[in-house]
């Protein structure tokens, strides 16, 4: 491996290393234990921007419920879909259908 190629990965590993701290410190204030190595103030501002997060998220989830559509997944539909999934390959996968979810099998069948 060259210098620099090296030195490239060795930056990238900080990087994850960093993000992986920061990841358990944001864990840990969401189970309501202190993150380890913060002081109590980091710890507040930790715990402030996860109820940021967590507030936001339920808002995004909010409006995409408002705006969901069901898909139409009625017998005349899937059965006109299914034309365009005829010409699969799909005896390659027969062995690997027990972990699909048995709805995914049924439409995979018609």
């Known amino acids: ?37 913060l002081s109590a103030e980091d710890n507040k501002r930790v715990h402030h921007r996860a109820l940021q997060v967590f507030s936001k998220c339920r808002e995004v989830r909010k409006r995409a419920r408002e705006n969901y559509l069901p898909e139409d997944v009625s017998d005349e539909r899937l059965s006109r879909e299914a034309q365009f999934t005829d010409i699969l390959p799909l ?12 709805l995914v099998n049924v439409v995979t069948v018609s």
């Open 1 to 37: 491996m060259s210098h620099e190629n090296e030195r490239r990965l060795f930056s990238a590993w900080k990087v994850f290393l960093s993000s992986l701290k920061a990841e358990k410190a944001m864990s840990d204030v969401v189970a309501a234990k202190s993150a380890v190595g």
């Open 91 to 102: 005896k390659a996968y027969e062995r690997c259908m027990s972990l699909c979810p048995r």
